[in-house]
């Protein structure tokens, strides 16, 4: 009676752990469920019990990797030129010159009181109140050799004054102003005419007055 007893016991034992799936067969163990039966001498029955379930993955995924760029060949080089923009022509740079008036569009022949209109002096005070940094200007009088080294001394200073006042009234500041007659010293031309009106005339030249040093710009035109 012991004997089947034990018989049946591994007999049981035997299916149940045929019927308990591999995990190799199936990529994972449990879950199981076994009966372990007592033996006479062995002590009370166990009573079965299940196993817990441990799955395992049938596989391992790889990382991903994102697929390279698809590659597209460069095509010829492009230049681009910038428009050449025309820069207007530079502004004629102001020269400082001298300013020589004849004494017969200033005065009549032996005066010295100013002819009107005088746009010449006009142009020059203009030129001076467009130009502050010009501090001193000299107003020079000459005259020709007819008369007195004195009484034409005398003559050109006069005239130089005048000039200078006129300057003044047109809002040229007076301490910028130095006038001065030399008579007639420095003369422009020479003439040893004989006849008064001829030589009058030749002298003209000698007759003048100057204002320098000023700026004047001007436009330059070009000459066909």
């Not at 130095?178 to 009106?197: E, L, M, Q, Y």
Request: hydrophobic share 35%.
């Amino acid at each position: 009676m012991r004997t089947e007893a034990s018989w049946t016991a591994a007999v049981a034992m035997w299916v149940i752990a045929c019927a308990t799936p591999s995990a190799n067969a199936g990529g994972w163990y449990g879950p199981g469920f076994a009966f372990y039966v007592g033996v006479p001498g062995w002590g009370a029955p166990y009573v079965g019990y299940p196993y817990p379930y441990y799955p395992y993955p049938g596989f391992y995924p790889y990382p991903y990797y994102a697929p390279y760029p698809y590659y597209v060949a460069p095509g010829p080089p492009i230049y681009i030129q910038r428009p050449v923009v025309a820069r207007p022509p530079p502004k004629p740079a102001p020269r400082r010159e001298r300013y020589t008036l004849s004494a017969e569009e200033l005065f009549a022949f032996d005066r010295d009181e100013l002819r009107m209109p005088q746009p010449r002096l006009d142009e020059i005070a203009a030129a001076l109140l467009g130009n502050p940094q010009i501090k001193r200007v000299t107003v020079t009088g000459y005259t020709d050799r007819l008369g007195s080294d004195e009484y034409n001394l005398g003559l050109s200073q006069r005239r130089a004054d005048a000039v200078k006042s006129y300057l003044v009234s047109k809002g040229v500041a007076a301490d910028r102003l130095i006038a001065t007659g030399k008579g007639n010293t420095n003369p422009v031309v020479h003439c040893d005419d004989s006849d008064r009106a001829v030589l009058i005339k030749c002298l003209e030249p000698n007759r003048r007055v100057e204002v320098e040093p000023i700026t004047v710009e001007r436009l330059v035109t070009a000459r066909r």
